[in-house]
Protein backbone atom coordinates (compact mmCIF):
# COMPACT_ATOMS: atom_id res chain seq x y z
CA UNK A 1 0.00 0.00 0.00
CA UNK A 2 1.10 3.53 -0.36
CA UNK A 3 -0.32 6.80 0.69
CA UNK A 4 -2.58 6.74 -2.68
CA UNK A 5 -3.98 3.67 -1.13
CA UNK A 6 -5.51 5.69 1.98
CA UNK A 7 -6.37 8.64 -0.40
CA UNK A 8 -8.39 6.43 -2.37
CA UNK A 9 -10.44 4.52 0.64
CA UNK A 10 -11.15 8.23 2.17
CA UNK A 11 -12.33 9.24 -1.73
CA UNK A 12 -14.99 5.75 -1.60
CA UNK A 13 -16.15 7.17 1.81
CA UNK A 14 -16.95 10.41 0.33
CA UNK A 15 -18.69 9.44 -2.88
CA UNK A 16 -20.71 6.58 -1.14
CA UNK A 17 -21.85 9.59 1.18
CA UNK A 18 -22.33 12.18 -1.53
CA UNK A 19 -24.98 9.10 -3.05
CA UNK A 20 -26.40 8.93 -0.27
CA UNK A 21 -26.60 12.94 -0.28
CA UNK A 22 -28.42 12.83 -3.78
CA UNK A 23 -31.04 10.30 -2.57
CA UNK A 24 -31.84 12.08 0.28
CA UNK A 25 -32.47 15.07 -2.47
CA UNK A 26 -34.32 13.33 -4.24
CA UNK A 27 -36.31 12.18 -1.80
CA UNK A 28 -37.37 15.36 -0.54
CA UNK A 29 -38.04 16.73 -3.84
CA UNK A 30 -40.39 14.28 -4.21
CA UNK A 31 -41.80 14.07 -1.05
CA UNK A 32 -45.22 15.94 -2.51
CA UNK A 33 -45.21 13.70 -5.89
CA UNK A 34 -48.06 11.73 -6.75
CA UNK A 35 -47.68 10.44 -9.88
CA UNK A 36 -44.22 7.93 -11.24
CA UNK A 37 -43.37 6.39 -14.12
CA UNK A 38 -44.94 3.38 -12.58
CA UNK A 39 -47.71 4.56 -11.45
CA UNK A 40 -49.00 5.49 -7.93
CA UNK A 41 -47.07 7.89 -5.83
CA UNK A 42 -43.05 8.41 -5.36
CA UNK A 43 -41.51 6.10 -3.16
CA UNK A 44 -38.62 6.71 -0.79
CA UNK A 45 -35.36 5.50 -1.77
CA UNK A 46 -32.45 4.19 0.36
CA UNK A 47 -28.64 3.15 -0.37
CA UNK A 48 -27.17 0.29 1.03
CA UNK A 49 -23.33 0.24 2.04
CA UNK A 50 -21.21 -2.36 1.82
CA UNK A 51 -18.16 -2.73 2.72
CA UNK A 52 -15.40 -3.59 0.02
CA UNK A 53 -12.15 -5.29 1.77
CA UNK A 54 -8.90 -5.71 -0.33
CA UNK A 55 -5.23 -6.30 0.55
CA UNK A 56 -4.26 -5.74 4.16
CA UNK A 57 -7.83 -6.19 5.48
CA UNK A 58 -8.36 -2.37 4.43
CA UNK A 59 -11.11 -1.63 3.23
CA UNK A 60 -13.27 0.98 1.45
CA UNK A 61 -16.85 1.51 0.68
CA UNK A 62 -19.13 0.87 -1.97
CA UNK A 63 -23.06 1.50 -2.57
CA UNK A 64 -24.56 -1.75 -3.08
CA UNK A 65 -27.61 -1.20 -3.96
CA UNK A 66 -30.36 1.20 -3.70
CA UNK A 67 -33.67 0.00 -2.84
CA UNK A 68 -37.16 1.56 -2.34
CA UNK A 69 -38.81 1.53 1.39
CA UNK A 70 -41.93 -0.35 0.83
CA UNK A 71 -43.73 1.54 4.29
CA UNK A 72 -46.82 2.52 3.01
CA UNK A 73 -47.40 5.80 2.73
CA UNK A 74 -49.98 8.13 4.22
CA UNK A 75 -53.31 8.95 2.76
CA UNK A 76 -54.27 12.52 2.43
CA UNK A 77 -58.35 13.86 2.48
CA UNK A 78 -58.48 16.03 -0.81
CA UNK A 79 -61.55 15.41 -3.01
CA UNK A 80 -60.37 18.09 -5.40
CA UNK A 81 -57.05 16.52 -6.18
CA UNK A 82 -56.46 14.68 -9.51
CA UNK A 83 -55.22 11.88 -8.27
CA UNK A 84 -57.84 11.33 -5.24
CA UNK A 85 -59.40 7.51 -5.16
CA UNK A 86 -63.27 7.59 -5.16
CA UNK A 87 -63.26 8.19 -1.36
CA UNK A 88 -61.19 11.25 -1.95
CA UNK A 89 -58.22 10.37 -0.78
CA UNK A 90 -54.59 10.60 -2.34
CA UNK A 91 -52.60 8.22 -1.82
CA UNK A 92 -49.23 10.57 -0.33
CA UNK A 93 -44.80 9.65 -0.70
CA UNK A 94 -43.78 7.68 2.10
CA UNK A 95 -41.31 10.38 2.81
CA UNK A 96 -40.92 11.63 5.75
CA UNK A 97 -38.75 15.17 5.96
CA UNK A 98 -37.68 14.57 9.66
CA UNK A 99 -35.95 11.56 8.72
CA UNK A 100 -34.61 12.75 5.57
CA UNK A 101 -33.12 15.61 7.89
CA UNK A 102 -31.55 13.72 10.14
CA UNK A 103 -29.80 11.78 7.50
CA UNK A 104 -28.64 14.55 5.61
CA UNK A 105 -27.01 15.97 8.44
CA UNK A 106 -25.47 12.36 9.11
CA UNK A 107 -24.54 12.16 5.46
CA UNK A 108 -22.94 15.68 5.80
CA UNK A 109 -20.95 15.47 9.17
CA UNK A 110 -19.56 11.43 7.76
CA UNK A 111 -18.61 13.59 4.32
CA UNK A 112 -16.51 15.81 6.72
CA UNK A 113 -14.63 13.21 8.22
CA UNK A 114 -13.84 11.05 5.17
CA UNK A 115 -12.37 15.43 4.38
CA UNK A 116 -10.72 15.29 7.29
CA UNK A 117 -8.98 12.05 6.57
CA UNK A 118 -7.96 12.71 3.26
CA UNK A 119 -6.16 16.92 4.43
CA UNK A 120 -4.35 14.14 7.08
CA UNK A 121 -3.24 11.83 4.24
CA UNK A 122 -1.38 14.77 1.70
CA UNK A 123 0.02 16.47 4.86
CA UNK A 124 1.71 12.78 5.45
CA UNK A 125 2.71 12.73 1.86
CA UNK A 126 4.11 16.27 2.20
CA UNK A 127 5.91 16.08 4.96
CA UNK A 128 7.89 12.79 3.10
CA UNK A 129 8.53 14.24 0.57
CA UNK A 130 10.65 17.21 2.58
CA UNK A 131 12.75 14.44 3.88
CA UNK A 132 14.38 14.86 0.46
CA UNK A 133 14.11 18.56 0.47
CA UNK A 134 17.14 19.58 2.42
CA UNK B 1 21.04 -0.99 6.17
CA UNK B 2 24.73 -0.31 7.64
CA UNK B 3 26.89 1.75 6.80
CA UNK B 4 26.94 5.45 7.57
CA UNK B 5 23.13 5.42 7.59
CA UNK B 6 22.80 2.94 10.84
CA UNK B 7 20.29 1.12 11.96
CA UNK B 8 18.07 4.29 12.95
CA UNK B 9 17.51 4.66 9.15
CA UNK B 10 16.29 1.89 8.66
CA UNK B 11 13.99 1.69 11.83
CA UNK B 12 12.23 4.86 11.31
CA UNK B 13 11.20 4.11 7.85
CA UNK B 14 9.62 0.92 8.94
CA UNK B 15 8.09 2.84 11.64
CA UNK B 16 6.88 5.38 8.97
CA UNK B 17 5.73 2.24 6.64
CA UNK B 18 3.23 1.13 9.86
CA UNK B 19 2.17 4.55 10.17
CA UNK B 20 1.08 5.00 6.48
CA UNK B 21 -0.75 1.57 6.87
CA UNK B 22 -2.43 2.37 10.02
CA UNK B 23 -3.27 5.60 8.30
CA UNK B 24 -5.17 3.30 5.45
CA UNK B 25 -6.66 1.03 8.50
CA UNK B 26 -8.25 4.36 10.20
CA UNK B 27 -8.95 5.97 6.77
CA UNK B 28 -11.34 2.38 6.23
CA UNK B 29 -12.75 2.62 9.54
CA UNK B 30 -14.00 6.13 8.71
CA UNK B 31 -14.82 5.48 5.10
CA UNK B 32 -17.11 2.61 6.74
CA UNK B 33 -18.56 4.38 9.38
CA UNK B 34 -21.99 3.64 7.96
CA UNK B 35 -22.04 0.52 6.65
CA UNK B 36 -24.11 -1.70 9.05
CA UNK B 37 -22.74 -5.03 10.40
CA UNK B 38 -19.18 -2.96 9.93
CA UNK B 39 -16.59 -4.07 12.61
CA UNK B 40 -13.96 -1.42 13.94
CA UNK B 41 -9.89 -2.38 12.89
CA UNK B 42 -7.06 -1.36 14.32
CA UNK B 43 -3.05 -2.18 13.69
CA UNK B 44 -0.75 -2.71 16.13
CA UNK B 45 2.97 -2.65 15.86
CA UNK B 46 4.09 -1.43 19.36
CA UNK B 47 5.22 -5.08 20.45
CA UNK B 48 7.04 -5.84 17.85
CA UNK B 49 9.06 -2.76 18.12
CA UNK B 50 10.17 -3.32 21.42
CA UNK B 51 11.62 -6.85 20.53
CA UNK B 52 13.45 -5.22 17.22
CA UNK B 53 15.14 -2.43 19.49
CA UNK B 54 18.09 -3.96 20.69
CA UNK B 55 21.64 -2.46 21.25
CA UNK B 56 24.88 -3.62 19.55
CA UNK B 57 27.94 -5.11 20.86
CA UNK B 58 30.96 -3.81 20.29
CA UNK B 59 32.64 -6.11 22.75
CA UNK B 60 32.67 -9.87 23.68
CA UNK B 61 32.00 -8.97 26.94
CA UNK B 62 29.32 -6.98 26.53
CA UNK B 63 25.88 -8.68 27.50
CA UNK B 64 24.39 -10.22 24.56
CA UNK B 65 21.13 -8.25 23.25
CA UNK B 66 18.26 -10.56 21.82
CA UNK B 67 18.60 -11.08 18.20
CA UNK B 68 15.82 -9.08 16.24
CA UNK B 69 14.31 -10.09 13.05
CA UNK B 70 14.63 -7.63 10.05
CA UNK B 71 10.75 -8.82 9.41
CA UNK B 72 8.51 -6.03 10.77
CA UNK B 73 5.06 -7.46 10.80
CA UNK B 74 1.52 -5.37 12.18
CA UNK B 75 -1.29 -7.23 13.31
CA UNK B 76 -4.66 -6.27 12.47
CA UNK B 77 -7.25 -6.69 15.45
CA UNK B 78 -10.91 -5.86 15.79
CA UNK B 79 -10.50 -2.15 18.04
CA UNK B 80 -11.13 -3.20 21.39
CA UNK B 81 -11.99 0.04 22.40
CA UNK B 82 -15.09 0.61 20.38
CA UNK B 83 -18.89 0.84 20.97
CA UNK B 84 -21.64 -1.03 19.09
CA UNK B 85 -24.04 1.07 17.74
CA UNK B 86 -27.92 0.72 16.39
CA UNK B 87 -26.62 -1.09 13.21
CA UNK B 88 -24.31 -3.19 15.07
CA UNK B 89 -21.47 -1.00 13.35
CA UNK B 90 -18.96 -0.97 15.99
CA UNK B 91 -16.84 2.70 14.39
CA UNK B 92 -16.80 5.55 17.09
CA UNK B 93 -16.15 8.35 14.98
CA UNK B 94 -14.89 10.19 17.56
CA UNK B 95 -12.09 7.85 18.67
CA UNK B 96 -11.30 7.63 14.84
CA UNK B 97 -10.45 10.98 14.49
CA UNK B 98 -8.53 10.94 17.87
CA UNK B 99 -6.44 8.11 16.31
CA UNK B 100 -5.94 10.13 12.46
CA UNK B 101 -4.56 13.35 14.21
CA UNK B 102 -2.07 11.43 16.55
CA UNK B 103 -1.06 9.35 14.07
CA UNK B 104 -0.51 11.88 11.72
CA UNK B 105 1.45 13.19 14.04
CA UNK B 106 3.70 10.07 14.43
CA UNK B 107 4.15 9.98 10.89
CA UNK B 108 5.58 13.52 10.93
CA UNK B 109 7.82 13.13 13.56
CA UNK B 110 9.45 10.20 12.58
CA UNK B 111 9.81 12.14 9.42
CA UNK B 112 11.15 14.92 10.98
CA UNK B 113 13.64 12.66 12.59
CA UNK B 114 15.11 11.11 9.45
CA UNK B 115 15.28 14.61 7.97
CA UNK B 116 17.36 15.36 10.79
CA UNK B 117 19.49 12.44 10.66
CA UNK B 118 20.14 13.20 7.11
CA UNK B 119 20.96 16.85 7.48
CA UNK B 120 23.14 16.14 10.69
CA UNK B 121 25.15 13.29 8.39
CA UNK B 122 25.49 16.48 5.68
CA UNK B 123 26.92 18.39 8.08
CA UNK B 124 29.35 15.74 8.77
CA UNK B 125 30.40 15.55 5.17
CA UNK B 126 30.70 19.50 4.73
CA UNK B 127 33.06 19.99 7.39
CA UNK B 128 35.61 17.71 6.02
CA UNK B 129 37.71 19.88 3.82
Given at each position: MDLFTAMDISASGMRAQRTRMNIISSNIAN?????TDKGGPYQRRDVIFKENTFEDQLSSVDVQDIVLDPTPGKRHYDPGHPDADAEGYVNMPNVNMVEEMVNMIGATQAFEANTTAVKAERDMALKALAIGRI | MPGIFGKTISDLSSVMNFRLFRQGIISSNIANMDTPGYTAKDASFEEELDTRLVMNTTSTEHMPSKQSSMAVSYRVNEDPYSRIGNDSNTVDIDREMMKLSQNQLLYEASSQIVQNKIESLKNAIRSIR
Open positions: AHTTR | -
